[in-house]
């Protein structure tokens, strides 16, 4: 995923930010999102809703560091509404056989059992990540301390562990096929931005030219707060100690409520250096911005030129509206499939 940054300071020439989802891409514009995918028969499928970035809702949304916690609840929010519009888009919930649960629930709530059973997947998704990021990561700090080891020492092997679990999860979900098909599509978007932030006309062949490797992906925000976080905890946890005498190192519990209670510091952390080191192009920044990059080869994956097709179709529907063509119930534009020039002999 690219992350979007609307600021007033960059409105002149916003970023399109996106992200994969199933069989297609999303690209989201300073005031549109667009979500294109390819059905089975070869058809090119794209949806347009209006967006208000929540900074020009409320100006405080757009302060330093507060916006970083902002716009990762408002990606999460985004991401799960768009991974269920590409389902419907492709067709893939109409021909998929609901379960006994499923039925029902729909039966009991009508419509809103789709909420509902997004709400279901909206928290194991959090209760996972807290599982894997939060609570394993903190399991050996009480004996490291008890051995000896600094407060510094201690977050250092528990953010090393986290940044493990993380290369771990991401390289293990890329060997699914349906992953590394949408890891394609991530590649896709990737390009399709790159494509129109060089200011070429936005084609398959062209933009198949530029890299998968993004210094705004969502990938490199990840790494970047997990490395951060270090540091900030490591600053907190010897203030507390400092100032009380409480060592955050030998309590679990106490360990556990702190790092998720300060997560929106450490992610407005992340983006404020994500932001800046995607802004500017020098050796030190380059040096800074790698290792996210480099993380970005397990969620990304070259495309092929249909998938490009995709990825630009939703960027230009984006940012200029949607295209002309069949338009169904659901109000979404169907391309149909270009056919192949027939070869002379």
Known sequence: MIQSIDTKKEARQ??????????????????????????????????????????????????????????????????????????????????????RFETWLSEKLGKGADKLMMGFAVVFALVLSTLLFVLLPNLPAKALRSAGWSLFSVNLVSGFIRILILMSYLYLVGLMPDMRRTFQYHGAEHKAVYNHESGQPLEPKTAQAFTTLHPRCGTSFLLLTFILSILFYSVVDQLIFSLTGFDMGSNYLARVLSRLLLLPIVAGLGYEALKGLAHANNPLTRALRW???????????????????????????????????????????????????????
Do not use: C
């Open 291 to 345: 290792p996210g990059m480099q993380l970005q080869r397990l969620t990304t994956k070259p495309p092929t030129e249909e998938m490009l097709e995709v990825a630009i179709a939703a960027l230009k529907a984006a940012m200029h509206g949607l295209p002309e063509g069949e338009v169904t119930e659901e109000g979404y534009v169907i391309l149909p499939r270009a056919p192949k020039a027939v070869q002379s002999a």
């Open 14 to 99: 916003p970023d399109i930010g996106g992200q994969a989802v199933l069989d297609g891409v999303m690209m989201k514009a300073p005031d549109a999102i667009a979500v294109a995918v390819r059905r089975e028969n070869g058809d090119i499928v794209i949806k347009r809703d209006s967006y208000v970035s929540p900074f020009q809702k409320n100006s405080i949304w757009a302060k330093p560091f507060i916006r970083g916690s902002v716009n990762m609840f408002m990606m999460m929010k985004l991401g799960m509404k768009v991974l269920t519009d590409a389902a419907d888009m492709t067709g893939a919930l109409q021909n998929e056989k609901p379960s």
